[in-house]
């Protein structure tokens, strides 16, 4: 078998993408997150809303920013509010169709931790903490979760629960009252897990054409469950890795450009 | 609102173990300030801010802070704030006691401050280990009328709150455009509000709900032009991508995080002449 003519990266991008439906309303994180959502507004979704927690609602960057906050996301942006309104009006409010959220483990209930590895009190790895996650992951219908996987970021344990997915699992989430619906699908750089249905255990349910089940498990800090019916991802379509690498092109070129400040003599 | 340099502002506001909020949510981070506090060797802060950013980890790592309040302490985009961590982790250069909030928590206490009111209020959010840190800063509470479980912040009151802005005009009034956050909160709760500008004019040209702070709400205003840099200022330089990238291998390590302060912000008298010696201004 030859060797496919995309990286993990880029399979686990358009894979993001893919899952987000034209005219959803998303609260979208920096990073991956960031060039999954612009990449399906530019492709099969250019009704998407995107909305950044620095209050910028439904913004079109040309370039994707490298910070949640960059002036292309404010000049682009339909409005611009205060950023106690964006948690309190759009997200508390219940305005988010999808959250996107990515951290540095997650168990196989899809609860998160960003805060610290180790002891909170005395920590090997201090995380930069909770942001908008906590309430992402609650009032958000449903959360997309991105993360590469690993038998250390998958964890049978988490070290700090910072965010919710479906808590201990069963009918845990639901009678915790949280008003969105939980984690819906954990993209990784294998393939995709989704809850089962009854217990809410993250279930491998596709895999990228290149992945085996066997490496699948390998990564991940529990026994892993396969779906019954596993699924295997189509590879990205040349249309799609055409305006991904654009995406990246441009914003390399932005992110690269000098700044002149023009001093008063 | 007096018009006051910025050396004169810092020194006559800003006093060792004071609490201190530097607001501006990405856009409009108030470095210049920040870097004069640096200069004046204050002790002992209190640091309050929504995202620490490099600004705060400049300010931990010279020494400057006892205590941190938060709610995301990344370098947004890159990773870790590397002189935050060395002094969570290690201590370093002396350890920091952490006060921590989700964003919709601390813009909530920012709120309260801001308000006058005793407590913040919100929906307590699903079960997480946030609260067990938390400690009394959040307490939780059953809503009289519906029975939902609520979620109580104490308010956030810095004794100074200093952002940066666009403009001030002839009588002292200050407009804020763009990526505003929390600074409007911020201000208002503080005690005493100082505000940096990138330029005076006699008339500001803002839309009626526009984000102006009136001249009697600012204790004081300095003009510091390229003020935000290396956030930057919405209207007037871009953020500098390239410098947030480059801080990450600059702050990783102690000796040569130490050189660069040294020579970038304590060896040269002010923000403009860091501009220069960075080659941003001519």
Not at chain 1, 234 to 248: G, I, Q, S, Y
Not at chain 2, 82 to 100: S, T
Not at chain 2, 132 to 140: E, F, H, K, M, T
Request: hydrophobic share 45%; proline share 7%.
């Amino acid at each position: 078998m030859s060797a496919p003519d995309y990286s993990r990266d880029e399979i686990m991008t358009v894979t993001a993408a893919r899952q987000l439906r034209n005219g959803a309303v998303c609260f979208v994180g920096i990073g991956l997150p960031s060039a999954a959502c612009n990449l399906a507004r530019l492709t099969h979704a250019p009704d998407l809303v995107l909305i950044y927690e620095s209050g910028t609602v439904g913004t079109r960057p040309v370039a994707l920013p490298l910070s949640i906050g960059d002036g292309e996301l404010a000049e682009t942006a339909t409005c611009i509010v205060p950023l106690p309104e964006i948690f309190a009006h759009y997200l508390q409010r219940g305005r988010i169709d999808v959250g996107f959220l990515g951290a540095a483990q997650i168990d196989r209930f899809g609860n998160l931790n960003s805060t610290v590895i180790g002891d909170y009190a005395q920590p090997k790895v201090r995380l930069p903490g909770a942001g908008g996650a906590p309430e992402i992951a609650t009032y958000a219908r449903e959360v997309l979760v991105v993360m590469k996987q690993s038998a250390r970021s998958f964890v049978a344990r988490l070290d700090f629960r910072t965010s919710c997915g479906y808590l201990e699992g069963g009918g845990a989430r639901r009678a915790s009252h949280a008003p969105g619906a939980g984690p819906k699908a954990v993209i990784t750089d294998f393939g995709v897990l989704r809850p089962n249905s009854t217990t809410h255990e993250l279930e491998l349910a596709a895999l990228y054409p290149e992945v085996s089940v066997e490496a699948a498990r390998a990564a991940t800090g529990w026994p892993l469950r396969v779906a019954e019916a596993l699924e295997i991802v189509p590879p990205p379509h040349p249309a799609e890795l055409e305006v991904l690498r654009d995406l990246h092109a441009r914003t390399q070129a932005a992110h690269a450009c000098p700044v002149h400040i023009k001093l008063p003599s | 609102m007096q018009l006051l340099s910025l050396r004169e502002a810092i020194s006559t506001y800003v006093k060792d173990g004071g609490s201190l909020a530097l607001e501006g949510f990405t856009h409009l981070i108030p470095f210049a300030a920040g870097h004069e506090i640096i200069r004046q060797q204050r002790r002992g802060l209190h640091l309050i801010r929504m995202t620490p950013d490099l600004v705060y980890d400049q300010l931990i790592g010279m020494g400057c802070a006892a205590r941190l309040t938060f709610s995301w302490g990344g370098n947004p985009g890159v990773g870790s704030l590397h002189r935050l961590r060395d002094a969570v982790e290690h201590g370093w250069p002396q350890p920091l006691a952490l006060g921590e909030f989700t964003h919709a928590e601390m813009a909530v206490a920012y709120q309260a401050g801001a308000s006058g009111l005793p407590c913040g209020l919100m929906p307590l959010h699903a079960a997480t280990d946030l609260t067990s840190v938390q400690g009394d800063r959040l307490q939780a509470l059953r809503c009289p009328f519906s029975g939902t479980a609520l979620a109580l912040v104490p308010p956030l009151t810095p004794d100074v709150t200093i952002l940066h802005a666009q403009q001030i005009d002839a009588r002292g009034n200050v407009l804020i455009r763009g990526i505003i956050g929390a600074a409007k909160e911020a201000a208002m709760a503080a005690r005493q509000l100082l505000v940096t500008v990138e330029e005076q004019v006699e008339t500001l040209q803002a839309d009626m709900n526009a984000l102006i702070l009136p001249s009697w709400i600012v204790t004081a205003a300095s003009i510091v032009p390229g003020g935000a840099y290396p956030s930057y200022a919405q209207g007037y330089y871009p953020r500098d991508n390239a410098f947030y990238l480059a801080w990450d291998e600059i702050a990783r390590d102690r000796g040569a995080f130490t050189a660069w302060m040294e020579r970038h912000v304590l060896e040269v008298p002010d923000h403009a002449a860091l501009l220069r010696a960075l080659g941003v201004a001519a």
